[in-house]
């Protein structure tokens, strides 16, 4: 049933609650960052694009590892796979067309996940490269490449390379909970960049810099990251109009100069200069998805834009509609389901989406509430708001946070609990991993309910 969701809800939803039927492809992502198949609609971006593709031909010697580090929301992902992935398959980098690209986000177990999605893109063996020897990594690699190229006219070529983007890579020390699996990762991924079979790049946060330069892989690779600032109002106007024009639809004179103003963009600001947070580029990709599902025939229109809410309301009328789509019984499935797909921070402040498996998000209900999550799962993943992929599911971006009053509420008016249950929760999950040892269990004394105001994981007996 919910297995049946999930599957189906991986292929695009072409008939929604929100989209009229019969309506035409919409060539904005919404709160989805751009796939490498949405390239003919992603603008702003060519000049960036053009110095990453010179960075990495830089590297082709082994030059080790390329960061894209910005804000969060600020565009990386999209960069990644509607900017550098369609320039690599033009045969940006000499060779670069016939090249494997082997795009993964680390979860919670890394290199394994890594080298899963290099075997699945090049039909190569999967060694145990989990064992943390880089060398037998790069040994991989090469194996891959090998059984990449294999039934293709002509030879191997010598500059053939897999091309390995580690997109959110912050999720390194979100969600891989293991130190050294953690530095197993990043040794890999060091190894493989000064080989002369991959190019590593990856996408970073910049609130996790920090975090990264305890690692001298990651040190070095930040010390000439791309980075990625908020686009000019050129860019922007490119980024509004661009896409429309793809599609044969058309602006209502004033909609952009709105747009532009409400994205905080000063109207005597410089065509080169963007003066937004770039935190906001989710609120307007979601604002002109809205704008669009409002449009009147083949315009997009001022009227359409104030009923979404405008930039600064639109997500958040989105969700609320959503949510109160659901019966009171649901709503409140909604409510845990929403909390469990965050990483609650002990800090406030620095809360991030978290990705679920479907089976670890079931194992949390009852089973009589199957039925209740099925409809949750189905009307905000209707509305965009949470993304399914085969077996996980996560908040479409992480501006929801922000930007819904009531998830922030739910957040902070129990912020000790929620850690708590997170904490145990992800401890029952090692638990059951490590097979399920009586003694990995928490005992009384080791188990105290936090003070008020003063979130204390629980201590997990010697
Ligand atoms: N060039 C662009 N034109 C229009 N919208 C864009 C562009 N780049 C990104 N966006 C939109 O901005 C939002 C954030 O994009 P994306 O997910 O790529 O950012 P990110 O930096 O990877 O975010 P995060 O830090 O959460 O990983 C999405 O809604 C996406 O569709
Ligand atoms: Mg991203």
């Known amino acids: 049933m919910l297995a049946d969701l999930l599957a189906t809800a991986e292929r695009p939803v072409s008939v929604s609650v929100e989209e009229p039927a019969g309506s035409e492809v919409c060539p904005y992502p919404g709160l989805a960052a751009f796939s490498p198949d949405q390239a003919q609609w992603f603008f702003g971006r060519d000049q960036v694009t053009s110095g990453l593709v010179s960075q990495l031909d830089e590297r082709l010697a082994g030059g080790g590892v390329l960061a894209v580090v910005a804000a969060s929301g600020a565009g990386k992902s999209s960069l990644l796979a509607a900017g550098l992935i369609p320039a690599l398959a033009r045969g940006a980098v000499p060779g670069s067309r016939d090249w494997p690209v082997v795009v993964s986000t680390p979860g919670a177990h890394p290199l394994a996940t890594l080298a899963e999605r290099v075997a699945e893109r090049t039909g ?19 194996a891959a490449l090998a059984a990449h190229d294999l039934g293709k006219p002509g030879e191997t070529s010598s500059s053939a390379r897999v091309v390995l983007i580690v997109d959110q890579f ?102 080169q200069v963007a003066s ?44 609320e509609r959503a949510y109160t789509r659901l019966s009171p019984p649901q709503r409140q499935i909604a409510r845990q389901v929403l909390l469990r797909l965050v990483n609650i921070s002990d800090q406030g402040g620095g809360d991030t989406r978290r990705r679920s ?33 085969t077996a996980s599911v996560e908040i479409t971006h992480e501006a929801l946070l922000r930007a819904w009053p009531r998830l922030r509420q739910w957040i902070d008016t129990d912020r000790a609990g929620n850690l708590t249950r997170q904490e145990l929760e992800d401890a029952a999950a090692v638990w059951h991993r490590e097979g399920r040892d009586s003694a990995g269990l928490y005992r009384e004394a080791a188990w105290k309910p936090p003070a008020p105001g003063s979130p204390r994981p629980p201590t997990r007996p010697t």
């Open 357 to 389: 498996s479907q089976a670890r998000l079931l194992e949390t209900f009852p089973p009589g509430s199957a039925t209740a999550l099925d409809a949750v799962l189905d009307v905000f993943g209707r509305a965009r708001l949470l993304t399914f992929d």
């Open 276 to 319: 937004y947070d770039p935190g906001a580029l989710p609120l307007l990709a979601h604002a002109l998805r809205a704008t669009w599902r409002h449009r009147e025939g083949q315009m997009l229109t001022v009227a359409g834009y104030r009923r979404t809410g405008g930039i600064r309301q639109a997500l958040a009328t989105t969700a």
């Open 124 to 142: 190569a063996e999967q060694a145990a490269v989990v064992a943390g020897d880089p060398d037998r990594f790069v040994a991989f690699l090469t």
């Open 170 to 271: 912050e999720e390194t020390f979100t969600e891989c909970r293991g130190e050294s699996e953690r530095q197993a990762f990043i040794a890999a991924l060091g190894a493989a960049a000064r080989s002369a079979v991959a190019l590593v790049v990856l996408g970073v946060r910049a609130d996790f810099y920090g975090q990264c330069l305890a690692y001298p892989v990651l040190l070095s690779a930040l010390a000439s990251p791309v980075a990625l600032g908020p686009m000019s109002a050129d860019q922007l106007r490119e980024v509004i109009t661009r896409p429309a024009q793809a599609e044969g639809l058309s602006l209502e004179p004033g909609l952009v100069e709105l747009l532009l103003r409400d994205l905080g963009v000063a109207e005597d600001s410089p065509a």
